[in-house]
């Protein structure tokens, strides 16, 4: 009888980290004229009710997973989203401080999502361009990528074979997809509150395997 051969289920390389990539959860409204409050030049909404419940759907969902570690940011948004996970698994996070939100210059107190909505033309040449910059003040994608992907390579060289929990931001997350990727900049912007990417993280090779997961929420 001749030898069959199946397919088989991915398995991350020896010594690699797995790192799930949890966007917070729905933070307080921005409102024009009210700026949020601020943390060390970033805006530092607290979460919203929904994103309390976002958070608490994170922690149904990856309770039964073999989390070695939980990281967040300086931000409070993700040690809220953090908080009932941590709870159920017994974990302290860990802060990352490269993996905060891209500083938006003088648009971070809540303007930003003013000017969004606004379709203003600072958002269209940023669209155009991939270019964060294009913001009064903000930091340049180029930047803001290299932090990233220090932050993430730091966190993957302390877990080799290790899966850890990651609470970020959604440009974080486009940034790391990006990278991992190859893609443009913005292509992966938009991951939804409350949602798990995946990223494999061998040396200095990133993969993705999974964006925006959001079963968990429905």
Known sequence: MSREYHQTDYVAPPGAADLLLIRHGRTE?????VSFALKDGHGDPALHPAGEAQALAVAKRLEGEPLSALYVTTLRRTHQTAAPLAARLGLTPAIEPDLREVHLGDWDGGLYRIKVADNAPEIQRARARQEWGEIPGA??????HARVRSGLLRIAAAHPDQRVAVVVHGGVIGAAVALASGSEPFAFLGAAN???????????????RGFNDCAHLT
């Open 29 to 33: 409204a921005a409102r024009p004229g």
């Open 139 to 144: 930091e340049t994608t180029a930047v803001f």
């Open 194 to 208: 409350g949602s798990i990417s995946r990223l494999v993280i061998h040396g200095e090779r990133m993969i993705v």
